[in-house]
């Protein structure tokens, strides 16, 4: 199967500290994969090399068969990506803005307002669709970013931490949102430090330290490593890292 995210020997270094230093990493195309670690393990840091917003040292990332260095466009195209504090242009109103990004991705624009009208609908922003995005609370501004990312329907979708704050509510549609996504034969990757959002829903599970994977694999194989078929993922995530620090 292909691979939707492959990274060969990816480093970044700040100052005299690497942030990853020679991470190997391949995903396959239809995967939710959840990448965990420790703050300053180096999870954003990637995952922002991955979006192309920061520069690697060293290594290769493709998305898809498409090297990131050499076709950075076709690469980028199959991809969205989302931090966790997204910037939104606050003097748009949010149909504007989802017209605004599906422009930036030249989507005719009557197929971007269909498509902006639907995610509108399913995050339960629709009724909000005439006030100002500088009147949104935090969750309903990461669900419009979500929406944002969505509009030019991605292959892959990056998110670093999707679910701060939202309440259950808003958490329960985000997931569901995501869940079918996958269903649908693209792929996930998430960071979380919510523990049991990557027990359910991940299918695979990354953890990183120190730059760099540590363990990789199903819950259940990661639970065969530490020879305890009942052991959490927190307590696994806990004893890895800390042997690792």
């Known amino acids: 199967m292909q691979a939707a995210l492959e990274i060969t020997q990816l480093s970044k270094r700040f100052g005299e500290q690497f942030a990853v230093n020679g991470l190997n990493l391949c ?3 239809g995967m939710f994969y959840a990448l965990l670690g420790p703050n300053g393990a180096g999870k954003t840091t990637t995952l ?3 979006a192309g ?3 690697p040292d060293g290594g290769d990332i493709q998305i898809f068969g498409h090297s990131l260095a050499q076709n950075p466009s076709e690469a980028k195209r199959l991809l969205a990506y989302l931090p966790d504090d997204p910037m939104l242009y606050s003097k748009l109103r949010p149909l504007e803005y989802l ?3 599906a422009g930036l991705w030249s989507i005719p624009s009557q ?3 269909a498509k902006a009208i639907e995610l509108l609908k399913v995050l339960d922003l629709w009724k909000v669709r005439g006030d100002y995005i500088e009147s949104f609370s935090r969750g309903m501004k990461q669900k419009l970013a979500l929406a944002g990312g969505f509009i030019h329907e991605p292959k892959l979708i990056i998110l670093d931490e999707p679910l701060t704050g939202l309440d259950a509510g808003a958490a329960r549609l985000v997931k569901d949102m995501l869940s079918d996504y996958v269903k649908q034969g693209n792929s996930v990757i998430l960071t979380t430090h919510i523990m049991e959002i990557a027990e359910r829903m991940a299918s695979r599970i990354g953890i990183i330290n120190k730059g ?3 363990a990789e694999g199903t819950l259940a194989e990661l639970q065969a490593r530490s020879g305890n078929s009942e052991e959490t993922l927190e307590d696994l995530f806990l004893e890895l890292t800390e042997v690792e620090s």
Do not use: G
């Open 48 to 50: 922002r090399m991955v």
């Open 111 to 113: 197929q971007a307002e």
């Open 212 to 214: 760099a994977l540590i």
């Open 27 to 29: 995903i396959e195309a």
């Open 53 to 55: 917003l920061l520069q």
């Open 99 to 101: 017209e605004f990004v």
